[in-house]
């Protein structure tokens, strides 16, 4: 699987829109992004995935660029609880989906 | 969305027992999971795959005899910690893989494991 590139944290304010980049440079034709979070002392949460096209779902949107070499998860209106670990994975649909390689994330705090 | 069910959430053992922990598949079938372990301000490490009717693939550096695994349906896989010491004391996850290609995971709530 494709290596990602997170920075380690960001702070957004509550009722913005939080935007969460990732890099994956090297990703492959047949590689999908995913995105999960992880709030503090509970299981990581799947939140969306996207191979070429712009995707949208009751969470967030996920816009990757026409290269795909870059990725952003957007939460149109963070709260609170919003608070938490977002790792971007890329992999193939191939490879084992429990294999993902969870990176470090980001550490998104939304602040009142 | 899919559900993954796993217990006890939280427990605390003596050094030498063993724990076991369960992970549910509660509306659909889950021919394989996945079992992981978080230390503290860490990110996750995969620790097996629990496959349905046969035995676990355990990562490398990861003891077999020391976190059994079992999967006898294809809604629950067990993961039993033996004789526990306090270096295992971490946060055990559970997930399944669903939906086109197998790409969905989802994850249980988490087990904190403490060891006396």
């Known amino acids: 699987d494709a290596k990602t590139t997170q920075p380690p944290s960001m702070d957004c304010a509550e009722g913005r829109a939080a935007n969460l980049p990732c890099n994956h440079s090297t990703i492959s034709g047949n590689e999908y992004v995913y995105w999960y979070r992880q709030i503090h002392s509970q299981g990581p949460q799947y939140i969306i995935h996207g191979l070429k096209n712009n995707e949208t779902n009751e969470m967030a949107s996920l816009i990757i660029t026409e290269d795909r070499k870059s990725s952003t998860l957007i939460l149109p209106h963070a709260t609170l609880r919003d608070t938490a670990v977002y790792y971007c994975?890329?992999?193939?649909?191939?490879?084992?989906?429990?294999?993902?390689?969870f990176g470090d994330g980001t550490t998104l705090t939304v602040k009142p | 969305g899919a559900v993954v069910s796993q217990h006890p959430s939280r427990v605390i053992c003596k050094s030498g027992t063993s724990v076991k922990i369960e992970c549910r598949s509660l509306d659909f079938q889950a021919t394989t999971m996945f079992w992981y372990r978080q230390f503290p301000k860490q990110s996750l490490m995969l620790m097996a795959t629990s496959n349905e009717g046969s035995k676990a693939t355990y990562e490398q550096g990861v003891e077999k005899d020391k976190f059994l695994i079992n999967h006898a349906s294809l809604t629950l896989s067990t993961l039993t910690v033996t004789s526990a010491h306090p270096e295992d004391s971490s946060f055990y996850i559970c997930?399944?893989?669903?939906?086109?290609?197998?790409?969905?995971?989802?994850f249980g709530s988490g087990t904190q494991l403490s060891v006396l």
């Open positions: 994975i890329v992999r193939a649909p191939i490879t084992n989906a429990g294999k993902s390689t």
């Open positions: 997930s399944a893989s669903r939906g086109p290609r197998g790409g969905k995971l989802f």
